[in-house]
């Protein structure tokens, strides 16, 4: 029969190897849901409960640095693994960190442009006259599909309530399938991730009718989430990081002296680039949220204030 003494080490090396899996899975999961809506938020909940796992995970495998035996080797192998699955989850974060850094952003506009124009004239061709269109993709998958009618018919659907029948949802503003996957593949060549457009043409006079949804020719909302705020600007979701995302907005026209001061003195939301860009910071969970650290950003980019008159 097994002693007490024996009992007690089976027990703890029982409970120890549990709380290796968990760390496991909790690593692995970071490494899986990095930068991705939703997943940060809950375990950004959970803090409280994986940082102390992991730092008794750490200390089983220190407990183990002799190697006495298989089990021992295998705990600080096991630790070693965990290990570089936080470094690997670490990288990532950095990495998507970097990617929305305000030059970065600059930067791959400059390079996509001809690109994002693109995009811009084919779904603004592709839908009917009058349609307002709210398109995100992840990867081939359609995650979020929003359209509103000239004549006031609103369809839409999220991925994270089911399925979602695009082909139908396309229909009800002149798309057709074939024009879904166009937007899609010229979206992934963009290297973006959404479009939001009202197809009004270029008729300033036309304004967009109120909704249930709250939409209007200066604020068009679905849900809690901002689109175009009138029918020259087309807004283009760049990515998602953690819970908020970035975006381009794109104006068809330049941009007056009095619109570039108010994104730059009044709007926390947008940063004012060029006379035909402008990026913003938004949040799909939670709505408009301040561009992070804004005033750093326009004082690094030598944006200023235009003093020659409104247009």
Request: net charge neutral.
């Amino acid at each position: 029969m097994e002693s007490q003494h024996e009992k007690r080490i089976s027990f703890r090396r029982s409970l120890a190897i549990m709380v290796k899996t968990l760390a496991s899975m909790v690593l692995i999961a970071m490494c899986v849901t990095t930068g991705k809506e939703g997943f940060d938020f809950f375990f950004a909940l959970t803090i409280i409960l994986w940082l102390p796992l992991l730092l008794v995970s750490l200390i089983i495998t220190l407990c183990n640095l002799r190697m006495r035996d298989t089990y021992q080797r295998a705990i600080v192998l096991w630790g070693v693994g965990n290990f570089l699955l936080l470094g690997f989850s670490w990288w990532l974060d950095n990495r998507l960190s970097n990617q929305v850094e305000a030059d970065n952003l600059v930067a791959h506009y400059c390079e996509h442009e001809r690109e994002l124009w693109n995009l811009v004239d084919y779904t603004r061709a592709a839908m009917d006259s009058g349609a307002y269109l709210d398109i995100e993709f992840d990867g081939r998958k359609v995650e979020r599909f929003l359209t509103h009618t000239a004549n006031g018919e609103y369809k839409g659907g999220w991925s994270s309530q089911g399925p979602i029948n695009a082909v139908e949802i396309g229909a009800s503003i002149g798309l057709t399938a074939d024009e879904i996957e166009g937007i899609r593949q010229r979206l992934k060549a963009a290297d973006c991730i959404s479009i939001s457009l009202t197809n009004y043409g270029l008729d300033n006079g036309v304004s967009i009718p109120m909704t249930t949804y709250g939409m209007a020719d200066s604020v068009a909302a679905c849900g809690n989430r901002r689109a175009v705020r009138d029918i020259n600007i087309v807004e283009i979701g760049r990515m998602r990081y953690m819970m908020s995302a970035y975006y381009y907005n794109l104006y068809r026209y330049p941009m007056s002296d009095s619109t570039w001061n108010h994104l730059l003195l009044d709007d926390c939301t947008r940063i004012p680039v060029c006379d035909t860009m402008a990026l913003e910071y938004g949040s799909p969970a939670f709505g408009s949220e301040c561009y992070p650290l804004k005033s750093e950003i326009v004082r690094r980019l030598n944006l200023k204030e235009r003093k020659s008159g409104v247009q």
